[in-house]
T-cell receptor, first 112, second 114 residues
């Protein structure tokens, strides 16, 4: 199937690290993505990782990719209240970079 | 500034009426997409278009129609045949032909059927 799965909700305290997990299905995905959606708005690309990489770090964000288990994670260091949002992982279907399959989204709630 | 504009932001419709959601982009992108978002279900692809005058059905096309007469515009019509149209609709675009495949999203249109 083409389901991309995520847990629905994560709550953390301000200053802690957040880890959002995703399981995807298409082993031929070229890129895997993390998008952020703030309330009532569209999605914005946070970061992406090429399928031949294991890890990518971008300031407070760390992406880990385990191709064997088809598992993707996003770690946010020093989580702030402004990080509260829905986070979607997405994979490219069949290696075609123009068609993305999105996960169900994880709502991150940051407690002050 | 370059971007994607969706309108209207909020729309109310009576049962049995068709409604058209507008999506315009000035990013010179070839590909455009319509997604539907429901709570707890993520984004589901309705229709997409890789080039002007061509479009393909996504996973949930029934009850929807689109056109792509201009590169900049990809309107979505929600017809009376769509059984459960109340949702948040997102339009996106991307440049064609490789690259990272990043999608650029509009701010969304929330449709409520009364």
């Amino acid at each position: 199937g083409e389901d991309v799965e995520q847990s629905l909700f994560l709550s953390v305290r301000e200053g802690d690290s957040s880890v959002i997990n995703c399981t995807y299905t298409d082993s031929s995905s070229t890129y895997l993505y993390w998008y952020k959606q703030e309330p009532g708005a569209g999605l914005q690309l946070l970061t992406y990782i090429f399928s031949n990489m294991d890890m990518k770090q971008d300031q407070r964000l760390t992406v880990l990719l385990n191709k064997k288990d088809k598992h993707l994670s996003l770690r946010i260091a020093d989580t702030q209240t402004g990080d509260s949002a829905i986070y979607f992982c997405a994979e490219t279907l069949g290696g075609a970079t123009n068609k993305l399959i999105f996960g169900t989204g994880t709502l991150l709630a940051v407690q002050p | 500034d370059g971007g994607i504009t969706q309108s209207p932001k909020y729309l109310f419709r009576k049962e049995g009426q068709n409604v058209t959601l507008s999506c315009e982009q000035n990013l010179n992108h070839d590909a455009m997409y319509w997604y539907r978002q429901d709570p707890g279900q993520g984004l589901r692809l309705i229709y997409y278009s890789q080039i002007v005058n061509d479009f393909q059905k996504g996973d949930i096309a029934e009850g929807y129609s689109v056109s792509r007469e201009k590169k900049e515009s990809f309107p979505l019509t929600v017809t009376s045949a769509q059984k459960n149209p109340t949702a948040f609709y997102l339009c996106a675009s991307s440049s064609h032909g490789g690259g990272t495949g990043e999608l650029f999203f509009g701010e969304g249109s929330r449709l409520t059927v009364l």
